[in-house]
Each structure stands twice: as structure tokens, then as C-alpha cells.
């Protein structure tokens, strides 16, 4: 699989606190976005990150990107519960025409 | 305010039955892909249109079927439903070719086959 993860990961914490999740990718790529999906609702994109950029900032959101370890990270700030979410990761192939998504990490803000 | 719509939300089908998914975007999209979604597991890239031009991917090549009439509407059919159809499809657009841009979905049509 593009990604190195295998399993869903779940992550439960309190309003107000901050939060990492992590993703490896296994092959390369010239960008990196990530997606919120809410309950009931498609996937949204909240970040995209390109290949020349180390980092990329939204609003509470943080977007790290790692190519010499293929990794890239998101960070929220501050969550609320409406932060309760799966968020997924994804890539592009070479040929840009496709978008390749992570398992997700689903995390739960508890009010 | 979501601009990818998806008909049905649900929809129950028999074994060996077809099934037919309706999508639409009012963005003037180039591309509408189709991905399956099942509970635990990454969304997986079903197929996608380039304007006119279908792509399927190799190893669902033989399952999955479809149609873009006009730019706005794009179809996933099912010849014969098995069990292990179900799941949520969720489709999306991109102005040009998603690899590199922003993706919108829609709300997803879950099916469950019985």
C-alpha cells in the first residue's frame, strides 16, 4: 500500500489540549494533503502541503512535511469538540491524476 | 453547503442484483472519481472520468462500471451485487486532475447488500 500504517488509529482527548497524528508515505510524491471527515459528511480537505514546503499552517491546523523520511504530520491547536473527526492523509502519484488515502486517525474531543 | 450531491444516501440490494449510484457536482469539474470506503479501512480509489476519458483501476477493473452522460453527472453501476459491495461509495471532483489539487466529495451513498 502507498501508506506504511496498517491499522486505524484512535486518539481521545480533552477540548483544549493539542494534537499530533502522524503519516509515512512509501512512495514518492510532490503533495501531500490532508482530509477531515466528519460524521455524516464526505471527506473535506484542510491542508495541502507541496514537496518544496517543510511546513504549512492553517488556522489551528500545523502541516509538516518530512520527503527524506517520507512522513508528513498534522497538528491541531486548541481542538474543540467539533474537531471530532477521522482525519485522513493523502497523496499524489506521479502522473497527478490520482489521490491515495491513509487509514485515517480518528479522533474524539471530549467537551 | 456541499456542492457534490449523491442519490440515494442508502441503498439496500440483493445478491446478484445491479445497483446504480448517481453523483453530480455543479462546479465544472473535469474530473469525478468514485471511491469505496469501508469501515477501518482507507478509502480505495474505485475509478475516476477525465472529461470524457474513464480510468478504472486494474483490480477492480471487472466489478465496477461507468458512466458520465454530461459534465455534471457521473454514475457507478454494479452488473451483479455481492456481499462484499458493501460499503460507502463516495464520490468527488477536482478542477483538473486531483493528484495535485483539491478534492470535494459528497456525502457518500452507503450501501449495504443482503
Known amino acids: 500500500s502507498q501508506w506504511g500504517e496498517e491499522n486505524l488509529q484512535a486518539l481521545s482527548i480533552q477540548e483544549g489540549e493539542d494534537v499530533t497524528m502522524n503519516c509515512s508515505y512509501k512512495?514518492?510524491?510532490?503533495?501531500v494533503q490532508w482530509y477531515r471527515q466528519k460524521s455524516g459528511k464526505g471527506p473535506a480537505q484542510l491542508i495541502l502541503?507541496?514537496?518544496?514546503?517543510r511546513e504549512k499552517r492553517s488556522g489551528r491546523l500545523r502541516a509538516t512535511l518530512d520527503t527524506s523520511s517520507q512522513s508528513s504530520s498534522l497538528s491541531i491547536t486548541g481542538t474543540l469538540a467539533t474537531d471530532t473527526a477521522v482525519y485522513f492523509c493523502?497523496?499524489?502519484?506521479?502522473?497527478?491524476?490520482?489521490?491515495?488515502f491513509g487509514i485515517g486517525t480518528r479522533v474524539l474531543v471530549r467537551p | 453547503d456541499t456542492t457534490v450531491k449523491q442519490n440515494p444516501r442508502y441503498k439496500l440490494a440483493r445478491v446478484g442484483k445491479p445497483v446504480n449510484l448517481i453523483c453530480s457536482q455543479t462546479?465544472?469539474?473535469?474530473?469525478m472519481y468514485w471511491y469505496q470506503k469501508k469501515p477501518n479501512q482507507a478509502p480505495k480509489l474505485l475509478l475516476f472520468y477525465y472529461d470524457k476519458i474513464l480510468n478504472r483501476e486494474a483490480d477492480t477493473f471487472e466489478k465496477f462500471q461507468s458512466s458520465r452522460p454530461n459534465n455534471s453527472f457521473c454514475s457507478l453501476y454494479i452488473g451483479s451485487a455481492g456481499l462484499e459491495y458493501s460499503a460507502m461509495y463516495l464520490c468527488?471532483?477536482?478542477?483538473?486532475?486531483?493528484?495535485?489539487?483539491?478534492?470535494?466529495f459528497g456525502a457518500g451513498t452507503r450501501l449495504s447488500v443482503l
Open positions: 468527488a471532483s477536482s478542477r483538473g486532475l486531483g493528484g495535485r489539487g483539491t478534492l470535494y
Open positions: 512512495t514518492y510524491t510532490t503533495v
Open positions: 462546479m465544472n469539474h473535469d474530473t
Open positions: 502541503i507541496r514537496s518544496n514546503e
Open positions: 493523502a497523496t499524489g502519484n506521479s502522473a497527478g491524476n490520482k489521490l491515495t
